[in-house]
Nanobody, 126 residues
């Protein structure tokens, strides 16, 4: 398994930016897809973005153009730069790992990811 710890959340105003970090430990993440999801109370956890072992990136329509996912395998860390934040981006953001080495299938659903962090709260005030 991989242990994941998110950080970087907080309270910001609409239009501002944050950089979320996900520190991985337990094994190298270099050969895995890594993803970010978010969840608000009473709603299902939803896909935000994923980055492949080959650094390919995929985004949910709601965040395309505003969020950027990246990875630093040397630091075993995945980042999510969240820009031009809106009140509807308020959620707990979770990091996740798809533990299929060199997967050729892009994971986008909760079931595709088997390791999860505890989440970091992002709150945007209008």
């Amino acid at each position: 398994q991989v242990q994941l710890v998110e950080s970087g959340g907080g309270l910001v105003q609409a239009g501002e930016s944050l950089r979320l970090s996900c520190a991985a430990s337990g094994r190298s993440i270099a050969s895995y897809y890594m993803g970010w999801f978010r969840q608000t109370p009473g709603k299902e956890r939803e896909f935000v973005a994923t980055i492949g072992w080959n650094h390919s990136t995929y985004y949910a329509d709601a965040v395309e153009g505003r969020f950027t996912i990246s990875r630093d395998n040397g630091r075993s860390t995945v980042y999510l730069l969240v820009d031009s934040l809106k009140p509807e981006d308020t959620a707990v953001y979770y990091c996740a790992a798809n533990l299929v080495k060199y997967s050729t299938v892009v994971p986008r659903t909760i079931r595709d990811f088997s390791s999860w962090g505890q989440g970091t709260q992002v709150t945007i005030s209008s």
